[in-house]
T-cell receptor, first 116, second 115 residues
C-alpha cells in the first residue's frame, strides 16, 4: 500500500504571497489532519478534515485554511505569507473508522516551506 | 486542556547502551490515547506504538519497550541495546476527548547514538 504523499516537498516563497500544499492519503483513509512543525513551537495541530468537512481546528489565524475533496485528498492554503510561516507542514491520515484515537495516524514526509 | 511533557531535550548514548525516554501527560479525560512517534532526519514521523487509557499493560516489541503508569501519568519508552539507526527525534503524543483526532505532541527528545 502506498504511503501518505505530500507535494511539493520543498517550497520557497516571499512575504505576502500565498501557497497551496497537497496531501494524498493512504487508500481507504478518510480523515486528513495537518500539522505545522517549527523549532520554536514544535508540532502544532492546524485542522482535520473528514468527508470534505472540517471537524477540528487548531489555534491558527484565518490565513490558514484547508479543504478536502471527495477522494479524500486534502489541500491547505496559507495566504499573505509571513516569515514566521516558515516550517515543515505535515499531514496525517487515518481510516476514521472508529472512535478517536483508536485509528493510528500515519504521516507523510512533509512540505518544507521557506518564506523569504 | 491536555499537555505532554518530554523533559529530556537531547540524549547521547554509546551504541549498545540502553536508553529511556520520559513522557508525562496531562488530561482531564478518562478516555485517552498515547502514542510514540520517531522522526528521522528525513522528516517523516514514523508511528511506533499506541496505548489507550484502559490498558496499562507494558509492551515489548523487539528492542523497544513501553512502560505506561496512570498513577504517575507517564508513558516512558526504552530502547535496549541502542543502535546508530535509532538516532532520531522521538515524540510522545496524546489524543483525548470524545471525537477528537487532534494529536497533542511533546517537544520531542533528540536521541544520538554514538558508534
Amino acid at each position: 500500500k502506498a504511503g501518505v504523499t505530500q507535494t511539493p516537498r520543498y517550497l520557497i516563497k516571499t512575504r505576502g504571497q500565498q501557497v497551496t500544499l497537497s496531501c494524498s492519503p493512504i487508500s481507504g483513509h478518510r480523515s486528513v489532519s495537518w500539522y505545522q512543525q517549527t523549532p520554536g513551537q514544535g508540532l502544532q495541530f492546524l485542522f482535520e478534515y473528514f468527508s470534505e468537512t472540517q471537524r477540528n481546528k487548531g489555534n491558527f489565524p484565518g490565513r490558514f485554511s484547508g479543504r478536502q475533496f471527495s477522494n479524500s485528498r486534502s489541500e491547505m492554503n496559507v495566504s499573505t505569507l509571513e516569515l514566521g510561516d516558515s516550517a515543515l507542514y505535515l499531514c496525517a491520515t487515518n481510516t476514521a473508522g472508529g472512535p478517536s484515537g483508536t485509528d493510528t495516524q500515519y504521516f507523510g514526509p512533509g512540505t518544507r516551506l521557506t518564506v523569504l | 486542556a491536555q499537555k505532554v511533557t518530554q523533559a529530556q531535550t537531547e540524549i547521547s548514548v554509546v551504541e549498545k547502551e540502553d536508553v529511556t525516554l520520559d513522557c508525562v501527560y496531562e488530561t482531564r479525560d478518562t478516555t485517552y490515547y498515547l502514542f510514540w512517534y520517531k522522526q528521522p532526519p528525513s522528516g517523516e514521523l514514523v508511528f511506533l506504538i499506541r496505548r489507550n487509557s484502559f490498558d496499562e499493560q507494558n509492551e515489548i516489541s523487539g528492542r523497544y519497550s513501553w512502560n505506561f503508569q496512570k498513577s504517575t501519568s507517564s508513558f516512558n519508552f526504552t530502547i535496549t541495546a541502542s543502535q546508530v539507526v535509532d538516532s532520531a527525534v522521538y515524540f510522545c503524543a496524546l489524543i483525548s476527548g470524545a471525537g477528537s483526532y487532534q494529536l497533542t505532541f511533546g517537544k520531542g527528545t533528540k536521541l544520538s547514538v554514538i558508534p
